[in-house]
C-alpha cells in the first residue's frame, strides 16, 4: 500500500507484505541509527552512500515511512561495506567489525624496505 506523505515522499509498505517479520536479511529503524552512529555518519552521509534522499533516510530511522524491501537492503549493505556488523540472533544488535581489505604494515613490522 503506498501513499503520499506531508514531505511529498511516496510511503511504500513492505515488498512481503503485512504480516511478514523481520529476516535476517532486513534492519530495523534503530539499528540503522545505531550503525550510522558507530560509523560516525550523518543520515546525509547514508542517503549519498545508496542514491536516496536523505528525507528518506530519517524518515525510515524514524518509523514515518516504510521503505520496501529493496531499499531497506541498500541502507544496510552500504552500512555493512563501511564496517557495521548487524546480530544474527534475532536481536536489534549491531557493532562495528573489520573494515576489510588491507591493513597496512604494522608498526612492529616497518622496515626501511616497506617503509614507502
Do not use: C, H, Y
Not at 517479520?21 to 530495523?28: A, K, L
Not at 546525509?44 to 525510515?60: M, N, P, Q
Not at 555493512?80 to 540472533?89: L, R, S, T, W
Amino acid at each position: 500500500m503506498a501513499g503520499m506523505d506531508t514531505r511529498g515522499i511516496t510511503v511504500v509498505g513492505s515488498d512481503e507484505g503485512g504480516a511478514s517479520g523481520m529476516t535476517t536479511n532486513t534492519m530495523s529503524p534503530a539499528q540503522s541509527r545505531a550503525a550510522r552512529a558507530l560509523l560516525d555518519w550523518s543520515p546525509a552521509d547514508l542517503a549519498a552512500k545508496v542514491g536516496l534522499s536523505e528525507d528518506v533516510v530519517t524518515g525510515f530511522e524514524s518509523g514515518g515511512i516504510e521503505l520496501a524491501s529493496g531499499q531497506v537492503e541498500a541502507l544496510r549493505s552500504a552500512l555493512m561495506q563501511a564496517g557495521a556488523v548487524f546480530a544474527e540472533d534475532g536481536s536489534n544488535g549491531v557493532r562495528l567489525g573489520t573494515r576489510g581489505g588491507d591493513e597496512g604494515t604494522r608498526l612492529g613490522a616497518l622496515t626501511t624496505e616497506n617503509d614507502r
